[in-house]
């Protein structure tokens, strides 16, 4: 169910005129989910590295709302792949058994995360050879 490729940019509608640009953001429309859950990340140093986990449920959708960060992700079988976030009307959408990292982020970054889940702990993997053995093991 990891498959490296279901990994995609996504581009939302953006609306604007001289008093500014508007973008929307619709679930079960412009994302494949429902969202449950919003939280984002700021302030991070350019050399820190956020994420470094794998979701069994949750599917993501990460979009730097200002500012620019890069995202890693790996399929726990050999693939992986960096996308850059450098426009706020454009995202990633991550499924669920993807590995994450997020970085180089510049620092007027806010990277905006929605989840297709409710927070749960016990459904990340936050260490890499665990997710490998979970992943090749299915």
Same mark, same amino acid.
């Not at 007027?108 to 929605?114: A, E, G, I, P, T």
């Given at each position: !169910? %990891? /498959? #490296?490729?279901?990994?995609?940019?996504?581009? $939302?509608?953006?609306? @604007?005129?001289?008093?500014?640009?508007?973008?929307?953001?619709?679930? !079960? %429309? /412009? #994302?494949?989910?429902?969202?449950?859950?919003? $939280?984002?990340?700021? @302030?991070?140093?350019?050399?820190?590295?956020?994420?470094?986990?794998?979701?069994?449920?949750?599917?993501?959708?990460?979009?730097?709302?200002?500012?620019?960060?890069?995202?890693?992700?790996?399929?726990?079988?050999?693939?992986?792949?960096?996308?850059?976030?450098?426009?706020?009307?454009?995202?990633?959408?991550?499924?669920?058994?993807?590995?994450?990292?997020?970085?180089?982020?510049?620092?007027?970054?806010?990277?905006?995360?929605?989840?297709?889940?409710?927070?749960?702990?016990?459904?990340?993997?936050?260490?890499?050879?665990?997710?490998?053995?979970?992943?090749?093991?299915?």
């Amino acid at each position: !169910m %990891n /498959d #490296i490729n279901a990994v995609k940019m996504l581009e $939302f509608q953006q609306k @604007g005129d001289e008093r500014g640009h508007l973008v929307i953001v619709e679930g !079960m %429309n /412009d #994302i494949p989910f429902e969202i449950k859950r919003i $939280f984002y990340i700021y @302030g991070s140093d350019g050399d820190v590295i956020r994420g470094r986990h794998a979701n069994r449920e949750s599917e993501f959708v990460l979009i730097n709302v200002s500012g620019t960060s890069k995202v890693k992700v790996c399929d726990g079988k050999g693939k992986e792949a960096v996308y850059s976030l450098d426009r706020p009307h454009t995202g990633i959408y991550l499924p669920r058994m993807i590995w994450k990292e997020m970085f180089d982020f510049s620092s007027d970054s806010v990277l905006l995360c929605l989840a297709s889940t409710y927070y749960n702990a016990k459904e990340y993997i936050r260490d890499y050879d665990e997710f490998v053995q979970e992943v090749l093991g299915e």
